[in-house]
């Protein structure tokens, strides 16, 4: 059987805000997408191997990642890059944990810059991952 390598937590900010109103737009869909985003996260390593998850960066110490995971919704046939839909993850080598701080489509986000925006959420929210990353 397929081993999980890492626990995965979604973060108190990432529900409240866009994981919320992904569950009220999607409804039943939703609860499959979180599902599979969660079997993803589980195997991280496997998917930076993949089209579907972005290395931003790795702390100085090597010990955490910054990861952008594309994904699609369960039941709509787009490809997780063409869907907009993301995940910003930090990865906890030390912990085996993947923290899923910020799961958004692009058009919840000004349109002007993406990642300016993601990354000054993570900033906001997020300072223990802001430090590790100099964002």
């Not at 059987?1 to 866009?18: A, L, W």
């Not at 993949?50 to 990642?65: C, E, F, R, V």
């Not at 910054?66 to 994904?71: A, E, T």
């Amino acid at each position: 059987m397929d081993q999980c390598k890492y626990n995965v937590v979604f973060e108190p900010f990432s529900e409240k805000h866009f994981v919320k109103s992904f569950a009220k737009k999607y409804k039943s869909s939703w609860v499959k997408t979180q599902d599979y985003i969660e079997f993803m996260c589980g195997r991280i390593d496997n998917v930076l191997n993949t089209q579907h998850a972005d290395l931003i960066s790795t702390s100085a110490d090597g010990n955490y990642k910054l990861v952008k995971l594309d994904f699609a919704i369960f039941g709509i046939k787009v490809s997780p890059k063409k869907s907009g839909n993301r995940c910003i993850l930090c990865v906890d080598e030390k912990l085996n944990l993947v923290r899923v701080l910020l799961v958004y489509a692009k058009t919840d986000l000004p349109a002007k810059n993406e990642t300016q925006e993601w990354k000054k959420m993570v900033r906001d929210e997020y300072e223990d991952v802001a430090d590790k990353f100099k964002l």
